[in-house]
C-alpha cells in the first residue's frame, strides 16, 4: 500500500489481487443476494451533507469522548474473527496500531490470538466481543475471563442466533480448519505469497477456547445471548456492556430500559438478514426513539470519512468500520493499516472544514441536507 492517500476502494482491490479468492470472499461476502450490504452503502451514499462558508475555523479536533474514554477520531475497529487470515499477524497488528492511534478494537471471540495478548498490546484500548455459542455458564464464564484480563468493556452480539449461510463461503467450500480440495489446492497456489506467509504463521485458529473442551464451532447456534442472558451478564459484568446487532427501536428501547451502558445499531454488514433494512436507517430511527443522550455506537456500509460524518449526524456517538479495515491490512499489513487510518483522519478533517465546523463534537443532525428514510 504505497500511497497513503489510498481509498478503500484501492485497498479493497489489492485486497482481491493478493488473497486467496475464498479468503478475500470471507471477508468481502454477505448473506443471500448481498442485497443488505448492498443496502448499507447505497443508503449512506443517498444521505447528503449540507456545506456551509465562511465560517472561522480552528485546527480541526476529531477527539471523541465515549463512556468516559477519550478517542483520538470518533472511529474504531468492529470486532472481526479470523482478521489473520487478511494478513499473517494482523490481529496484533489491530491492536498496535489501536493503542498508537487511541481509537477502540473489537477483539472478536473467534480473534486468533488470545484476548490477554490483544489487551496488552492494544494498551488497555481493546474491548471484549462476546459470542454466546455454548450454555450461559460457559458465556458468563468467558466474561469473566475477560474482566480478569482487564477488559472493561464487553460488546455482546445478539445477532447471530444462527450464522446466515454466505453463498460465496459455500461455493468456495470455505471451512477451517481449512478442507484442501482440488479447487482449494488451486486457489491457494495461485496466491504463493499468501500461502507461504500465512503457512510460515501458521494456519489461524481460535485462540480463546480450549481445544478439550470442544473449541469454536464456527456454525453452532449462538441462541444463547437472549432476554434472560442479557439480565444475567448485566447483574455480573461491572464493567461497561454494550449491545451489538440492534437494529429495531422497540428492542432497543428494551435493552436500554436494562441498563447496558450502549447500544450497538448494526446489520452485522449485511451477513446475517439479507432483507433487513440499511442499518444507518435503523440508526436514525433508534435515535429519534431513545432521544439524544443515550450512547450509540454504529457499524455496517461505513466506507469513508463522509460516512463517519453522516453517521454521527443521524446520531450515532461513535463509528466502527469493519471490512475497510481488512482490505487495508491485505493491502499492507500494519503499515497499511496505519495509512489508513491516516488517510481517514485527512479526510474527516476536511469534510469538518466543508462544514463550516472545527470539532467533529459538533457535528449533529443540522448537518444533514435530508433524511430520506421513513419514520417506523
Ligand atoms: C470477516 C468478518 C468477520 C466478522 N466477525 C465478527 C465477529 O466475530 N463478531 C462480531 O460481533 N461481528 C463480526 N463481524 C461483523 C463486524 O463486527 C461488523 O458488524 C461489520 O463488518 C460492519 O460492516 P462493514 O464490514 O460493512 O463495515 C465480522 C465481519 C467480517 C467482515
Known sequence: MPNPAITHIDARRLAQKR????????????????????????????????PRVLADLQPPDLGTSFLGKLYAQPFGIAPMGMCNLAWPGADRALASVAQKTTLPLGVSTAASTPMSQMFKDSGGQAWFQLYVSGSAQAGLAMAQRAAQVGYDTLVLTVDVPKVAPRPRDVRNGFQMPFRMGPRQFLDFALHPRWSLATLWAGAPSPANFDPHQGGFDRHASRAGANWAFLDQLRGQWRGKLIVKGVMHPDDAQRIAGMGVDAIY???HGGRQLD??????????????????????????GVRTGEDIVKALACGADLVMLGRPVLYALAAGGEVGLQQWVTSMREELEVVLSQLGLSRIQDV???????IPFAQR
Not at 34 to 44: M, P, R
Open 19 to 50: 488473497l486467496p479468492r475464498l479468503v478475500f470472499d470471507y471477508i468481502d461476502g454477505a448473506a443471500g443476494q448481498e442485497t443488505a450490504a448492498l443496502g448499507n452503502t447505497n443508503d449512506l451514499g443517498l444521505l447528503k451533507l449540507s
Open 265 to 267: 445499531v448494526s446489520n
Open 275 to 300: 432483507a433487513a433494512p440499511s442499518a444507518i436507517s435503523a440508526l436514525h430511527q433508534i435515535r429519534q426513539r431513545l432521544g439524544p443522550l443515550f450512547p450509540l455506537v454504529f457499524d455496517s
Open 364 to 370: 449533529g443532525p443540522q448537518n444533514l441536507a435530508s
